[in-house]
């Protein structure tokens, strides 16, 4: 009895920690920032970064491309992986989702503090309701921050 009992504790608690392991940290504007140091420190040593920042591609394409390139001799830390697979996701989502109503330049143009950049990007996404989760508000927010005063994707 007390034997069963300690192995389904040990099957929930490993239950527990399989789920805990998928589900990643919190992204921060900060990984936005050092996501974007990375991709500038290590995509450019074969090609140049016009194909990574023209290229619109989904989180699992994103995957795809991060191994293909890791094959090919990118060297990128894990944690780096994460974060510029976070960056290249968000400015997947930017280009798409804030290019309906008007072009991208109109965000170009400005810099703000990731605070004033979430509460633009929240009342762009009131205009049109259902256009962006919260997962994509902030990601968008912490890539228009690390974008700083570029006013040019590529
Ligand atoms: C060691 C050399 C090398 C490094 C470093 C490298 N790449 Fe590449 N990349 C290539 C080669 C070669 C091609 C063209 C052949 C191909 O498409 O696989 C390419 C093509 C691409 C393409 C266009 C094809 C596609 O799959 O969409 C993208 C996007 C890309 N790289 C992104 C990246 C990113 C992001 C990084 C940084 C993590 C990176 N690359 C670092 C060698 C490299
Ligand atoms: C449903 C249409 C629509 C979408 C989608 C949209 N915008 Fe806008 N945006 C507007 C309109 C209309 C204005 C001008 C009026 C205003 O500022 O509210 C504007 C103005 C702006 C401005 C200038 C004003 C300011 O506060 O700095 C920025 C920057 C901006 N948008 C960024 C974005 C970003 C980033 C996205 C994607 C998250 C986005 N927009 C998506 C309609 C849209």
Redesign the pocket.
Known sequence: MKKTSILVCVVILSGFAVAFAQKSEPVTFQDFIEGKAA?ED??M???SLE??LK?IATREEWEL??T??AN???V?SKKQRVQ?LEY?VAKSSYQVKCSVCHGLERSLEKNKEFQAWMETVRRMAAKKPEHLTDEEIQAISGFLRAKGAETKLY
Do not use: D, I, Q, S
Request: aromatic fraction near 10%; hydrophobic fraction near 40%; charged fraction near 15%.
């Open positions: 991709f290590n995509c040593e074969c090609h194909w990574p290229k491309t991060l293909k390139m090919t001799g990118a990128l510029v290249l």
